[in-house]
């Protein structure tokens, strides 16, 4: 019995397209800073003069969250497509990696990196020195790397083989069939719990403070130390993030939108 035709690769976003998500998302932020500026420095004391210091630890938050995510998603890519190696060789460094990362919590994690990794690095002859926020980038990349991979791997594994032998019969390599015909259609299944993951890296970058990163945890902590007053500063750490979460949950949500549109 012949094996059924590989079905046409599931159209993505345009460039364009995703210009114009990536900008939307861009400007929402900026507003959103600004709004929460604004607000903050209407707030009564202690908030109000110390707005700046909570709209500077929200950012650094933000740009923590963007870059570890960027990164993460490469790292769970890579290690997804590993996972589904035929090759136990490339299979098992992948399998390591995430046993170790999910099977030990992130604020360790974060704290292995900051204080742990420049020395074992340095036993080798590699001289890095990683600040508070390169240590957060690493750890927090690492760790949804790990979870993103899983999301990867069963997003590939979801995708009937017979696709794959298929595409092979017609002449296509192992390489052609994945970036072709399986990634497109895996695309659709894995956004949804990669959107997940990236919002709950926003929330566990909150972790970072425990290598005194002056992100919006930290910030607040900061201003309850030197105010006593630990239930206004603890609302409004809790207000902006919800308020980060809540914009960055709406553009994802969209385009999860725009994925299953052109999906169809």
Do not use: C, H
Not at 100 to 116: C, D, H, K, S, W
Not at 226 to 253: K, M, N
Request: aromatic content about 6%; glycine content about 8%.
């Amino acid at each position: 019995m012949s094996a059924p035709a590989p079905k046409s690769p599931a159209p993505t976003l345009g460039g364009w397209s995703l210009a114009a998500w990536l900008l939307g998302a861009g400007v929402a932020f900026y507003l959103l800073f600004l709004l929460i500026t604004v607000v903050l420095r209407l707030i009564p004391e202690p908030i109000g003069s110390r707005a700046d210091l909570f709209v500077q630890g929200a950012r650094t938050t933000l740009y923590l969250t963007v870059i570890s995510g960027v990164i993460g998603l490469a790292v769970g890519l890579l290690s997804g497509l590993m996972r589904t190696s035929a090759s136990g060789w490339v299979r098992a460094p992948a399998g390591v990696f995430i046993w170790l990362v999910r099977g030990t919590p992130l604020l360790v994690q974060i704290l292995f990196v900051y204080n742990a990794l420049p020395p074992l690095l340095q036993l080798i002859g590699i001289n890095i020195q990683l600040n508070e926020f390169w240590s957060a980038v690493v750890a927090l990349s690492l760790n949804v790397g790990a979870y993103n991979a899983e999301v990867i791997r069963a997003g590939i594994q979801a995708i009937p083989r017979g696709q794959g032998e298929a595409s092979r019969s017609l002449g296509l390599s192992g390489a052609q069939t994945m970036t072709s015909i399986v990634l497109p259609q895996a695309l659709r299944v894995v956004v949804p719990p990669l959107v997940n993951n990236l919002v709950a890296l926003l929330k566990d970058s909150s972790l970072a403070s425990a290598i005194a990163l002056v992100e919006l945890t930290l910030a607040g902590q900061r201003v309850s130390s030197e105010t006593f007053q630990p239930i206004p500063v603890l609302t409004t750490i809790a207000g902006v993030y919800l308020a980060l979460t809540t914009v960055l949950t709406l553009f994802t949500d969209q385009l999860e939108r725009r994925i299953k549109i052109a999906g169809r």
